[in-house]
């Protein structure tokens, strides 16, 4: 939220921040809603109306929806026939966003291989802060939990 309302508050142009907010979910296959909700709540932080600029508009039925920007359907009304107005960024972002599905168990199952290996290095799993910033971080921050994760699987 607070990266997306600095970007409305810098005053970036709507479809680089609404490319922004589709990071965790694109706004497709009914997921309209959650961005234009991040979108409100990161309007209320930036302490602007996400209407005036142009980063949500007004469909006929009075809901908030993502605004039609650039050339998009060059002019049809997409919300009147109950279609999104969609550029390819959003979900090509929350695409590329999406490495959340193996780096969160990969930092799991990182963790607990190198609390098994650590006393074989001299570090107690059981001390934590000296486990966690000597050892732990120390090679999380060399070799990434997903690389971990495929070397122990070799």
């Known amino acids: ?15 680089f921040v609404i490319t922004q907010a589709s990071a965790h979910s694109a706004p497709t ?3 309209e809603l959650k961005v234009v909700n991040w979108l409100r709540a990161a309007a209320i932080i ?6 005036a600029g142009e980063y949500l ?8 929806r993502l605004p039609a920007v650039r050339q ?24 590329s966003d999406s490495d ?13 291989l190198l ?7 001299g570090y107690n799993p059981a001390d934590s802060t000296t486990f966690n910033t000597k050892f732990r ?8 939990a997903e690389r971990l994760l495929i070397i122990s699987q070799s």
């Open 72 to 95: 998009l359907a060059n002019g049809v009304n997409l919300n009147a026939q109950a279609q999104t107005d969609l550029l390819v960024e959003y979900a090509l972002h929350n695409l």
């Open 46 to 51: 930036a302490q602007i109306d996400p209407v």
């Open 1 to 15: 939220m607070l990266s997306i309302a600095e970007a409305m508050k810098r005053g970036l142009p709507p479809e």
């Open 115 to 121: 609390a098994a290996i650590a006393s074989t290095l």
């Open 57 to 64: 508009t007004v469909d006929g039925q009075y809901n908030l």
């Open 137 to 144: 971080n120390v090679v999380l921050a060399n070799l990434s």
């Open 29 to 31: 296959s009914g997921n």
């Open 100 to 112: 959340f599905n193996p780096s969160g168990p990969a930092v799991g199952e990182a963790q607990v």
